[in-house]
């Protein structure tokens, strides 16, 4: 949870005293550890796909917040982006009053589904304990809707999906690219059957991991901020086509990769990147309309006190160039 008060006097200090953006080091907050999902910008900087601009990509990992961590960054004089979803910058946006702006999207389409033990016709179904990751609950309960307190107990379910397996839970999260390809090997070796559902099915189509910065940063600092989107999506399109290789790279900075689970990971990320619109407009398309519906479910759940004008929440100056193969 964020703290209010210390974010707005952060952002406070940016806005009184603008030359602490003056430094030159550029530091992306990423949500997620080193993984082929997540791994564009460390294989951009070791490509040499940023040009001259110095980057630090920094890990994340559960509790971490990208969004505390980039307002921290910018009030120690760092030039600062992150990588969070979207659903987590519209609310800082909304309920903290920070200038968040993406820039960019990593997947046009959510990596989430609902794994179960039992089939899921409608939103009734969901009932009980339901695991899944702190910060990434949006999805679910604007699938419940208002009142989603009364329907579920939402539960950490860390960092993989054993408790789920174990049969102590009903209902956990899985990521087409990691979890749900564990699913599908571990329930097979039980001998089970478990079910699987897309938040499509409930009218929930939202974006995943989008690439943010402040409205002052792409104020003053336009062409960095075409550099590092352009730099960030030219490192994803080098290693959906050199898997093997980019696997080597990534594997210098996190040690403990292992190699079947990056390699399951290239698939499920090429469909999830790659879309009609990204095709046409290049990797990283911000897709308007998906900004709008998840403004509009987020507000008809009650998660936003009133709807935004989410038009500020993102912006289409930045188009990567990069087109998929």
Not at 90 to 109: F, T
Not at 152 to 173: H, T, V, Y
Not at 283 to 291: A, M, N, S
Request: charged letters at 25%; a positive charge; aromatic letters at 10%.
């Amino acid at each position: 949870m964020m703290n209010r008060h210390w974010l707005l006097a952060s952002l406070f200090l940016l806005i009184v005293n603008p030359s602490l953006l003056s430094a030159q080091e550029v530091v992306v907050h990423e949500a997620w550890g080193v993984h082929m999902e997540t791994g564009g910008g460390w294989i951009a900087a070791e490509k040499g796909f940023y040009g001259n601009v110095k980057m630090n990509e920094d890990q994340g990992g559960l509790g971490v917040s990208p969004i505390q961590n980039v307002v921290h960054s910018l009030k120690q004089g760092k030039l600062a982006f992150g990588v969070d979803y979207p659903e987590n910058i519209l609310r800082a946006r909304e309920k903290e009053r920070i200038d968040l702006v993406a820039v960019s999207v990593d997947l046009q389409s959510s990596a989430m589904r609902i794994i179960s033990w039992k089939p899921i016709i409608s939103s009734r179904d969901i009932k009980g304990v339901f695991g899944i990751w702190p910060g990434l609950d949006v999805k679910i309960k604007c699938v419940i809707g208002k009142g989603w307190e009364k329907q579920l107990i939402i539960q950490n379910q860390g960092e993989d999906i054993r408790l789920w397996l174990a049969g102590g839970w009903p209902f956990s999260s899985a990521m087409t690219y990691h979890e749900l390809i564990t699913a599908q090997r571990e329930v097979k070796r039980m001998g089970k059957t478990f079910y699987t559902i897309d938040y499509k099915h409930f009218g929930i189509n939202w974006m995943d991991l989008a690439l943010f910065t402040t409205g002052d940063v792409i104020k003053k600092y336009p062409s960095l901020v075409q550099a590092i989107v352009t730099g960030r999506y030219r490192g994803f399109q080098w290693a959906l086509e050199n898997p093997r290789e980019s696997f080597e790279i990534l594997k210098k900075i996190r040690e403990d990769l292992d190699f079947v689970r990056e390699m399951d990971a290239v698939s499920p990320l090429m469909f999830l990147m790659i879309s009609p619109e990204t095709k046409k407009q290049g990797l990283g398309y911000v897709l308007p309309q998906k900004w709008g519906k998840l403004a509009r479910d987020m507000f008809k759940a009650g998660l936003l006190e009133q709807m935004p004008d989410v038009r500020k929440t993102y912006t289409e100056r930045f188009p990567s160039g990069v087109m998929p193969k």
